[in-house]
């Protein structure tokens, strides 16, 4: 058994979250794409932990994958989606690949739809998916990207009614340090030093933010439906 899947849980803001429960005793199993960044994550975390660490190699936009997952699980505690892929998706909709558009909600739609379908009956606490503030403050630059993140709110409305008393919720984080940036090819200090002089908390965020965030809506049993946004304020500057 284990107590919690992180799907992302390989780098950023999903290793920060397994970093913390399997320190609480938790047992995890982390789920992403690479093989090879599920070991060194494993051989990262596993050393210095309570809790117990396992991997799942899986891609959630593929049903087949998403369907093989959670027939390996009996029961789990809570669910955590934090997988990403922005390569590509950045730029005028005119200039985006509409293979890219549609990998795009695939798997951050499609793929979150999914999870709902094949983790029903088999999760005992709550399924948290992760969206993002371009869903809130779209730039023109991410029309697509904004729109799937956008999505996820009413996918969790939904998922929070027909899976009761299962609960749902989406973390909406602003601009976090995290690998991520590296597919976007753009000045990242730059950009942060920029974007901190206009928040209110005047940083960007860590992945250990998040993580908080994550565990605070898998603790707090009487918060579902719910859209969490942790971004410094971005939405209000």
Request: net charge negative.
């Amino acid at each position: 058994m284990t107590n919690a899947i992180i799907i992302g849980g390989g780098s950023g803001m999903g290793f920060a979250l397994a970093r913390n429960l399997l320190a609480e005793g938790m047992d995890v199993t982390i789920v992403g794409r690479s093989a090879s960044r599920l070991a060194a994550a494993r051989a990262e975390l596993e050393p210095a932990e309570r809790g117990e660490i396992s991997t799942f190699e899986a891609d959630l936009a593929r049903e087949e994958d998403v369907a093989e997952l959670f027939a390996q699980v009996e029961r789990v505690d809570h669910v955590a989606v934090t997988a990403a892929d922005a390569s590509g998706v950045y730029g005028r909709t005119a200039d985006v690949a509409t293979a890219i558009a549609r990998s795009v909600v695939d798997t951050k739609l499609l793929g979150a739809w999914l999870i709902g379908k094949h983790a029903a009956g088999k999760v005992t606490g709550s399924i948290t998916f992760t969206s993002g503030i371009n869903a809130y403050r779209p730039n023109g630059s991410n029309t697509i990207m904004a729109a799937a993140n956008g999505a996820l709110a009413s996918l969790a409305y939904g998922l929070a009614i027909e899976l009761a008393p299962m609960r749902v919720n989406v973390i909406s984080p602003g601009w976090v340090d995290t690998p991520i940036w590296s597919q976007l090819g753009m000045d990242k200090q730059a950009a942060f030093a920029e974007l901190a002089e206009r928040l209110p908390v005047r940083r960007v965020g860590t992945p250990d933010d998040i993580a908080q965030a994550f565990l605070s809506l898998m603790r707090n049993g009487f918060i579902t439906g719910t859209v969490v946004h942790v971004d410094g304020g971005h939405r209000i500057t």
